[in-house]
């Protein structure tokens, strides 16, 4: 960002995030099929002048580009950046608030990322941190970004009793909390929050927003931003028909530091499995356990005991409680560092006994 004193970025503003998505994404203009397109193409000075009309009188946007990725792209080391420059932005008392413009696919992985790593100092702070994104690229012929983008930053900059600071994700005129996003269909308009909690973006919904406030007040600390080499290798399996032993035993002689479990139904795996994930425990494996079905949750010994060190991811999803038990592990392995004793176990159970919004 420029030194002038004079700058914008030197006078209270908006602070806009671009990491790319199909927000910025553009279409060929020789094919008809929209789905056709490219993601993270338009950058955000663009999206910003685009809509600039539109932006209510008073509000100071300053844009800035963190990627320009397809998300599904989405890596650890681009987490690092982009949870590095919110803590940072939070930080500069110029920054009203922040809005990040994200693709859809890996919102939910971003979303449950910045609430487990700022949440509690955005809330400190009295700042909003908001993730938009769109369904149809930038050159659509009604593309869904601009409106989503302008709810974006007037829910980032309205006044602060209307609701707390905090991580939040608006789209298709709702807003949610950003760790309660899970991208649920491939095209609709609302694809990543349809099944989350929400409010109404106009109008703020009395018994989401009690949700909200009760959920920050269990909420106590954040965990640290891994650093670039810190992020530890965790995969989600899927347990299915025909699952094999091997799928398990492969890890079992490689860097992998956790697993995430996609069980059937209430989060039970193949019989299968049984053995092998044994042999991970020993071989210091951490375990989280959740449900492939996308809804419900995942609770402890619960349809069989757990082995003994295996978490149930409570709310969780996979991809959430995948970055969960990464930052679970880090913040351990930091704890060590410190001579304390705090588990893997422990930090995930505190992002997984958070209170659901109803
Ligand atoms: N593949 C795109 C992305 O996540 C989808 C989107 O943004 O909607 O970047």
């Not at 995942?298 to 005991?305: G, L, Q, R, S, V």
């Not at 295996?310 to 560092?337: D, F, V, W, Y």
Request: charged share 15%; hydrophobic share 40%; net charge negative.
């Amino acid at each position: 960002m420029s030194s002038n004193p004079t700058s914008p970025e030197k006078s209270p503003h908006i602070l806009v995030l671009g990491m790319g998505g199909t927000i910025a994404g553009l279409a060929s203009q020789s094919e008809d099929d929209p789905r056709k397109y490219q993601a993270g193409q338009v950058s955000v000075d663009s999206l910003l002048a685009h809509i600039q009309s539109a932006v209510p009188d008073g509000i100071q946007l300053v844009p800035h580009q963190v990627a320009n990725i397809n998300s599904r792209n989405l890596s650890d080391s681009l987490l690092t950046k982009l949870g590095s420059t919110v803590r940072d932005s939070l930080a500069n008392p110029a920054v009203l608030g922040i809005v990040i413009t994200h693709g859809t696919d890996t919102m939910e992985e971003t979303g449950l990322f910045l609430q487990a790593t700022s949440g509690k100092y955005a809330q400190t702070l009295g700042k909003r941190v908001i993730l938009t994104g769109a369904m149809l690229p930038a050159n659509a012929p009604q593309p869904d970004g601009p409106s989503n983008l302008l709810d974006a930053i007037r829910w980032a900059s309205t006044p602060i009793d209307n609701c707390p600071g905090g991580i939040y994700a608006v789209m298709d005129g709702r807003g949610c909390m950003a760790m309660d996003l899970a991208k649920r269909h491939g095209t609709a308009l609302n694809a990543p929050l349809q099944d989350s909690p929400s409010s109404s973006v106009g109008l703020i919904n009395p018994s989401w927003l009690s949700g909200v406030k009760a959920l920050q007040a269990v909420w106590s600390e954040d965990l640290p931003i891994p650093k670039l080499a810190e992020w530890p290798w965790v995969e989600i399996l899927t347990s299915h028909a025909g699952a094999r032993a091997e799928t398990i035993n492969h890890w079992l002689t490689s860097d992998v530091e956790g697993l995430v479990l996609a069980g059937s139904g209430i989060g039970g795996f193949h019989d299968e499995w049984v053995e092998p994930l044994n042999q991970a425990i020993s071989h210091g494996i951490a375990l989280v356990r959740t449900s492939r079905t996308g809804g419900g949750s995942t609770y402890p010994d619960i349809p069989e005991k757990d082995a003994p060190g295996c978490m149930a991811s409570g709310t969780l999803t996979a991809p959430r409680a995948r970055i969960a038990l990464q930052l679970a592990i880090n913040a351990a392995k930091q704890e060590k560092l410190n001579g304390k004793p705090l588990t893997w176990q422990d930090f995930f159970a505190r992002i997984a006994s958070l209170p659901e919004i109803r």
